[in-house]
Every structure is written in C-alpha cells, then in structure tokens.
C-alpha cells in the first residue's frame, strides 16, 4: 500500500512541477476562457438573443450561463495538453520506463490522470477568481459544491486525453487530433448555449449535443455551482469516465492494444 501511495505522490508532484515550470501553460489556459468570457460573451448574447436564460428555476445572466462551460474549456484542454505530455514521454522512452514497474499499470495511468486532474482544478478556481474580480460570481456554497464534480468532470476527460494518447505515436499528429477532438465537443455541447437554443437550430444537432460527454461534464459542473444535483450528468459522466479508463487501459497494454507494435 506504501508502494501505491509513494508513486502517486511522485508522478503528482512531477505533473505539478512541471507545470509550474511552463508558465506560457497556466497563461494560455486562464487567458483562453477569459477571452470568451470578456470579448465573445457580449456578442455571443446579442447574437442569440439570451440577455437572461431561465434554465434552472432562476433567471441568470449570459455571462453567468458560460462560466461553468468555460470551466469545462479549462479542463478539457488541459486534458488533452496532459496527453500530449504523454505522447512526449513516450518519444523520449520515459513513459515506457514508468508502465514497466512493479506496479499494475492501471494504477500508474490513474495517478497520471489525477495528477492532470489535480492541476486542472487549480486552473479552475484561479479562473473563477479572475471571474469574480469582474463581477461575475457564483452562489458562495456553490464554489464548495462544484469541488468534487470538478474532480469527477477532470477523470472524465483527461481519461479521453489518455485513450488518445495510446493511439497516437508521433508528436507532429497530435495537433491535428487535438483541435479534431476539442472544437467539436465544446461547440456541440451546451458550454455556450442551452440545449433547447439547439433544438429551435436544429433536432439533429440538439440530439448530438445530447450524446457529448463534455455537454454532461458542464452541467453537471453548472447544477453543482448552482449548489443543485444533476443526477443524469452524473451517471453520464461517471459511464463516460469508465468507457475512457477502459479503453485506455487496453490502448495501454503491450499484449492487446494499440501501442503494441506490429511484425516488420
């Protein structure tokens, strides 16, 4: 048990250093929401119409409505950015050296994955703060509440940027993946605009936000800064979580998946 809890510590402490270390990382991903949040969000209203939306019992401001999915931005890149790191120590054969300790490997993916989750939260609530200065703030309990949905939000999508990290092999093919992979999620999902805005744009397109784990990933992170239970985000985002790790799993295993090399 002292053996599980010493490598997590580790492979924590490593992801925090290194991202202490890459201040250009932090400034990208705070600036990113607050670009969207600042510039876009006053376009994006008189585009849409939406100077207030009543979603959840309660009338809220547009700038209000896109934080949580600007919060879900924060995480989902960071997911994908903690799996380029991956790919990276791959190349250099660090990553290789890791998975071939004593430890199961699911252990050691899953301390990754919370090591990027650990550093995505810290991202979060640096940008809610930057949000607040502006007069953008949250129900207080709600700051609390949204605690362990983040945790849960993070799992799920850096366990996404780990099963693509196990089908990618070469640095130069990942920014390709990566904005095929996040601009579709964050534009069909209800980061920017309510599910039922979609359905009055089009069904096909409402049910295909319906069915993007990352439109769970924000409402649940939104109900939970609501100080409010999501329970289907809930269980979406949890099945999300599984279906990801697993994959991962067998996308990290020499003898199945897809880093195993194949016969010249």
Not at 144 to 154: K, M, N, Q, T
């Amino acid at each position: 048990m002292m053996a599980y809890l010493v490598s997590l510590r580790a492979i924590v402490l490593r992801e925090a250093l290194r991202f202490v270390h890459q201040r250009s990382r932090f400034l990208a991903a705070l600036v990113r929401p607050l670009v969207w949040l600042v510039v876009f969000a006053a376009g994006f209203r008189a585009a849409l119409g939406l100077s207030i939306i009543p979603p959840y019992q309660t009338y809220i401001t547009y700038e209000i409505y896109i934080v949580p999915g600007l919060c879900g931005m924060i995480q989902l890149f960071n997911g994908l950015q903690s799996s380029l790191s991956l790919v990276y120590d791959q190349e250099m054969g660090s990553m290789r050296l890791l998975l071939t300790s004593r430890l199961p490997r699911w252990w050691l993916l899953f301390s990754k994955l919370l090591a990027g989750t650990v550093v995505s939260i810290l991202q979060v609530y640096v940008f809610l703060a930057v949000a607040a200065v502006f007069g953008i703030t949250m129900p207080p309990l709600g700051y609390f509440y949204v605690f362990p949905a983040l945790i849960l939000s993070g799992l799920m999508l850096g366990s996404l940027g780990l099963l693509i990290s196990s089908t990618i092999k070469q640095l130069e093919n990942f920014a390709g993946v990566m904005n095929f992979v996040i601009f579709p999620m964050f534009f069909l999902s209800t980061a920017l605009y309510p599910l039922w805005k979609m359905a009055e744009s089009s069904p096909l397109l409402r049910d295909i936000c319906a069915f993007n784990p990352f439109t769970h990933a924000v409402e649940l992170i939104r109900f939970s800064l609501y100080e409010s239970p999501n329970l289907e985000a809930l269980i979406w985002v949890i099945l999300s979580f599984a279906v990801f790790m697993g994959a991962s799993l067998i996308g990290y295993d020499p003898a199945r998946g897809m880093t195993l090399k194949k016969p010249r």
